[in-house]
Nanobody
Framework: QVQLVESGGGSVQAGGSLRLSCAASRLTASSYCLSWFRQVPGKEREGIASINSGTGIRSYSDSVKGRFTISRDATQSTVYLQMNDLKPEDTAMYFC??????????????????WGQGTQVIVSS
């Protein structure tokens, strides 16, 4: 069973930065996609960034493009989300997610097979 463990959430003032990490284990497929979602109470989970293992192709939602960067380490077992110029509307629970056996972006919840437990990000004005 694939396991995803997030870390790095916290509280920050608007304009600040945070970096989230997601340690992925037991990913055995030769191709997979790792992504970040976020969710606020009462709203649907939003896929904000994804990266594919083989191609390295990144995909971003319009809400974070130019401010957030998804990356991975050399072993491809850890994925990061660098969040800059944070805004109060970025406040949410952030989830790491994985989709196996795909070369496509994975920012839609329907494409995801595995989820992390989430880490809270709070941005104050």
């Amino acid at each position: 069973q694939v396991q995803l463990v997030e870390s790095g959430g916290g509280s920050v003032q608007a304009g600040g930065s945070l970096r989230l990490s997601c340690a992925a284990s037991r990913l055995t497929a030769s191709s997979y996609c790792l992504s970040w979602f976020r969710q606020v109470p009462g709203k649907e989970r939003e896929g904000i960034a994804s990266i594919n293992s083989g191609t390295g192709i990144r995909s971003y939602s319009d809400s974070v493009k130019g401010r957030f960067t998804i990356s991975r380490d050399a072993t491809q077992s850890t994925v990061y989300l660098q969040m800059n110029d944070l805004k109060p509307e970025d406040t949410a629970m952030y989830f790491c997610a994985a989709a196996e056996r795909t070369y496509a972006p994975c920012r839609s919840p329907s494409t995801i097979q595995y989820w992390g437990q989430g880490t809270q990000v709070i941005v104050s004005s």
